[in-house]
Nanobody, 126 residues
Framework: QVQLVESGGGFAQAGGSLRLTCAASGDLSRINAMGWFRQPPGKERELVSG???????YSVDAVKGRFITSRDNAKKTIYLQMNSLKVEDTGIYYC????????????????????WGKGTLVTVSS
């Protein structure tokens, strides 16, 4: 059974930075893609970024040039480096993992993730 634990959320001022970490544990043999999702206050959960086991990534337009997704396979960990934060980046950030085609990950099609973390709250103030 795969478990995901997010950390690194907190408060930041607009223009600041935060780094989120997602540590995976368990049998990852069927996992070939992981991603970051977020749920802004009063809104539905949305994809932020995805990354394959090989390191191919996707980011939504709203965070391109500001957020960087990376992974350390040895540590079974992915990261979300968030720079130039905006108030609209506020939300609960979730890590997710699953098995899907690389083409879907790089196209931002990650609706079928199987495992989810509990989330970490990011609050950006103006």
């Amino acid at each position: 059974q795969v478990q995901l634990v997010e950390s690194g959320g907190g408060f930041a001022q607009a223009g600041g930075s935060l780094r989120l970490t997602c540590a995976a544990s368990g049998d990852l043999s069927r996992i070939n893609a992981m991603g970051w999702f977020r749920q802004p206050p009063g809104k539905e959960r949305e994809l932020v970024s995805g990354i394959t086991n090989g390191g191919a990534t996707y980011s939504v337009d709203a965070v391109k040039g500001r957020f960087i997704t990376s992974r350390d396979n040895a540590k079974k960990t992915i990261y979300l480096q968030m720079n130039s934060l905006k108030v609209e980046d506020t939300g609960i950030y979730y890590c997710a993992a699953g098995h899907t085609l690389k083409a879907k990950v790089v196209a931002g099609e990650m609706d079928n993730m199987d495992v989810w973390g509990k989330g970490t709250l990011v609050t950006v103030s103006s």
